[in-house]
């Protein structure tokens, strides 16, 4: 038998007292006593606060900004290749809105200076297919060669403005009373008869060649550093056919220089002579291999 106040160690369990004033065993004096779980505290500065809303945490997270270096470079780059994409699709919108108010006989003539650039450049290839047929067939290959070779002298001579030149296309004149025609404007005006086929051009007596420039000179205009005056007279040899049509296109040179209140006007000729000579320059350090 056991004593009925000492612990079974048969189940492991101490026995509870008999008696309600006895003291407890000493394996339950060693157990700490149980501490209850404190609620947690708020954050310094929170308290008596209530919640934020996910609104308001959205609101605090965005303002105010915080900006770093790297992010605004981005947002700089950003904000110039946009810009640059608006200028791009303004100016392409434009050309395709001048197109699109343009009238039918306005469309069929762009259609038919676009015919003649592409039957040039046909014919031209044509003409450097005949010289090397004619050189691989002639009997006297060098003096084939050398007959070629004087005319493609002269043809450079009238590109080079050594020589002078005649036959048929236009004479442009633009009378400028009000002093508005610049120099870009008449470069324009060159550029677009060059891309019609013109294989001559002076302006007032100046030799236009592939090295001329245009610059504004008071109330006239220079070409390479010659002032001329008011009115401009352009003489140009080529196809009239193709060289007046390229002028009067919508949006072209004669509109652009009428919005300026000049007055252009254009005739078609059978015959311009184009006789003012610019001096060959002789090269300082190339020679010719034959020499």
């Known amino acids: 038998m056991s004593e009925p106040n000492e612990p079974n160690e048969r189940n492991g369990q101490p026995d509870k007292p008999d008696q309600p004033g006895q003291p407890e065993h000493r394996l339950r004096k060693e157990l700490p006593e149980e501490v209850p779980a404190r609620a947690p505290e708020p954050a310094p500065g929170q308290k008596g606060e209530e919640p934020l809303t996910g609104r308001q945490r959205l609101v605090k997270g965005l303002w105010p900004p915080r900006v770093s270096r790297a992010q605004l470079i981005v947002a700089l780059l950003l904000f110039g290749l946009g810009f640059g994409l608006a200028v791009q699709v303004a100016s392409n919108s434009d050309s395709d809105?001048?197109?699109?108010?343009?009238?039918?006989e306005d469309l069929v003539r762009i259609l038919d200076e676009l015919d003649s650039r592409t039957q040039r450049l046909e014919d031209e290839k044509q003409g450097l297919e005949k010289q090397r047929q004619e050189l691989q067939s002639s009997s006297d290959?060098?003096?084939?060669?050398?007959?070629?070779?004087a005319e493609k002298e002269k043809q450079l001579g009238i590109l080079a403005g050594t020589v002078a030149a005649q036959g048929p296309g236009i004479t442009m004149t633009i009378e400028d009373t009000k002093g508005t025609v610049k120099a870009d404007m008449l470069l324009d005006a060159i550029q677009e008869l060059?891309?019609?086929?013109?294989?001559?051009?002076?302006?007032?007596g100046v030799r236009v060649v592939a090295g001329t420039y245009f610059t504004d000179s008071?109330?006239?205009?220079?070409?390479?550093?010659?002032k001329?005056?008011?009115?401009?007279?352009?003489k140009v040899i080529g196809k009239p056919q193709d060289l007046e049509p390229?002028?009067?296109i919508p949006g072209g040179v004669v509109q652009t220089l009428e919005k300026e209140q000049a007055t252009v006007t254009v005739q078609q000729s059978g015959k311009i002579v184009v006789d003012a000579l610019r001096q060959a320059k002789r090269p300082d350090y190339a020679r010719s291999s034959s020499q």
């Open 97 to 104: 809105s001048a197109l699109r108010g343009a009238r039918q």
């Open 141 to 149: 290959q060098a003096a084939e060669a050398r007959k070629q070779t």
């Open 194 to 204: 060059r891309a019609a086929g013109a294989e001559a051009i002076q302006v007032n």
């Open 218 to 226: 008071g109330k006239g205009v220079g070409v390479d550093g010659n």
């Open 228 to 234: 001329i005056n008011s009115p401009y007279r352009f």
């Open 246 to 248: 390229a002028l009067n």
